[in-house]
């Protein structure tokens, strides 16, 4: 594959990603409901910033498999797409923000959230995942560990949440048919 090929690829990626973080920050506005931006909040902004900063160096500066650049961005795709489900399911529910101070104050259980509690932070962790691999670089597994172990932390705050809330017992319901961030398997 020749340069114009890959550079394209790299552009193509790019774009992609920074799409996707923009859709992200969009959703801290528009779709999810927080009075102040919590500490936090904060801190998955500046990681993730960071982290986008850092995978554009190495997808400019390295050298990628197009194959590896090739399933990043389905990756990517298949991310985005599980984010505007949650979103267009959620709307009406308002959600709380990443670290919210608030309890939750509604729950939703259709749509992905029918198979998997967080579907927002399974989106966010598929498309670094995706990202990471496009990279094609041994560098990428620490951020995106770090990022995955940030909205563990973030999911299992909310878990807690739920069970301070007159919507304890529905959503422990919840919990036992749909996973975490992945599917329940039978």
Do not use: C
Request: proline residues 4%; positive net charge.
């Amino acid at each position: 594959m020749g340069v114009v090929m890959e550079r394209g690829l790299d552009l193509l990626l790019s774009i992609s990603s920074i799409a996707t973080v923009g859709q992200y920050l969009w959703s801290m506005r528009a779709h999810f409901q927080a009075t102040t931006m919590s500490a936090g909040a904060m801190v998955i902004s500046a990681v993730v910033a960071a982290t986008a900063l850092f995978f554009l160096a190495i997808l400019w500066i390295l050298p990628q498999p197009p194959a590896a650049l090739i399933v990043g961005l389905a990756i990517q795709l298949i991310s985005s797409a599980l984010f505007w489900w949650a979103i267009s399911t959620s709307r009406k529910a308002r959600l709380r923000f990443a670290f919210a101070q608030d309890n939750p104050h509604s729950l939703v259980t259709d749509g992905p959230f029918g198979y998997v509690r967080h579907p927002f932070y399974t989106s966010y962790i598929i498309f670094w995942i995706g990202w990471g691999i496009a990279t094609w670089s041994i560098l990428a597994v620490v951020p995106v560990a770090g990022i995955i172990v940030i909205y563990v932390i973030a999911a299992l705050d909310e878990e807690k949440k739920f069970s301070r809330t007159e919507l304890a017992d529905a959503y422990a319901a919840h919990r036992k048919r749909a996973g975490l961030f992945w599917p329940r398997l039978g």
